[in-house]
């Protein structure tokens, strides 16, 4: 959920998915995320959750408003 469509592109290369990077554009890995859902679930995460070198942590107070 955290990586750029740069870096999912550069994941797909290297597990030999892709051929070349030129075989897939950032403009549709955006496009299958818009149409898959996974991009509402990142924006969700990302509203809930910040990235840490230690993984993802819950954002300030965030516990706090859900509870009450």
């Known amino acids: 959920f955290w990586l750029s469509a740069q870096e999912v592109r550069e994941r797909l290369l290297a597990a030999g998915q892709i051929v070349s990077v030129q075989d897939i554009s950032t403009e549709r890995i955006h496009e299958v995320a818009r149409e898959s859902g996974f991009a509402q679930v990142r924006r969700l995460l990302r509203q ?12 300030d107070n965030v516990l706090v408003e859900r509870l009450l």
């Open 48 to 59: 809930v959750l910040v990235l840490s070198a230690d993984g993802p942590q819950w954002r």
